[in-house]
């Protein structure tokens, strides 16, 4: 089974702290991506990143960066948390393909709270 | 600009009845994707629809994609408590885009009471 672990589940920070969400999957895929979901808004893409140093901005990539230095770890960094942050944060993965996405397998998601 | 709507947002339904959850995209697309989400947990994939007319059926959920349309229909037969989840539609962006975001669609929070 496809498996795409975040590390923390809750996390509960202070206004200005700088935050690393981490992901880490184990299915050697290539995409990897970044969603927030917030009630009445659905998913939001904030980064994606089809391979090892490359990333591409989604809909949402401000006041928010990411780093992938190996092919199975995707960092999603709030430099500077502000509270309008809070919000699920959910990872997720899934093989390239030249013409398609493939289905994306998710992560059980990291519930960030900024007060 | 590829917008995606659901409806309806909120479905409250009675087990052992019928009911379907519609998905409109604004552009053409040819791959849809239907995701559940249970309370508290992540999404997991339910279905990929691959062409028009794709059809695809798992237990008490079929899922059908009408490209011409720019339509999936996700049908509910006899609905069960345990079928109680929210369920996302997702699309491809148009064929020939340089991008590669699905672009999802607000959710449908089901409830199926006893």
């Known amino acids: 089974d496809v498996k795409v672990t975040q590390s923390s589940r809750y996390l509960v920070k202070r206004t200005g702290e700088k935050v690393f969400l981490e992901c880490v999957q184990d299915m050697d895929h290539e995409n990897m991506f970044w969603y927030r979901q917030d009630p009445g808004l659905g998913l939001r893409l904030i980064y994606f990143?089809?391979?090892?140093?490359?990333?591409e901005k989604g809909d949402i990539p401000e006041g928010y960066s990411v780093s992938r230095e190996k092919k199975e770890r995707f960092s999603l960094i709030l430099e500077s948390a502000s509270t309008n942050q809070t919000s699920m944060y959910l990872c997720?993965?899934?093989?390239?393909?030249?013409?398609?996405?493939?289905?994306?397998?998710f992560g059980s998601g990291t519930q960030l709270s900024v007060l | 600009e590829l917008k995606v709507e659901q409806n309806p947002l909120f479905l409250s339904m009675q087990e052992g009845k019928n009911y379907t959850i519609y998905c409109n995209y604004s552009?053409?697309?040819?791959?849809l994707y239907w995701y559940r989400q249970d309370p508290g947990k992540s999404l997991e994939s339910l279905f990929v629809?691959?062409?028009?007319?794709a059809v695809k059926q798992e237990g008490r959920l079929m899922a059908s994609l009408d490209t011409k349309a720019r339509l999936s229909t996700l049908h509910i037969t006899a609905a069960v408590h345990d079928l109680s989840a929210t369920y996302f539609c997702?699309?491809?962006?148009?064929?020939?885009?340089?991008?590669?975001?699905?672009?999802f669609g607000k959710g449908t929070l089901l409830t199926v009471n006893p």
């Open positions: 997720a993965s899934s093989f390239f393909s030249q013409l398609y996405n493939e289905k994306l397998f």
């Open positions: 552009t053409t697309s040819d791959r």
């Open positions: 990143s089809y391979d090892v140093k490359m990333k």
């Open positions: 629809l691959l062409s028009n007319g």
């Open positions: 997702a699309v491809d962006p148009p064929p020939g885009s340089s991008n590669y975001k699905l672009t």
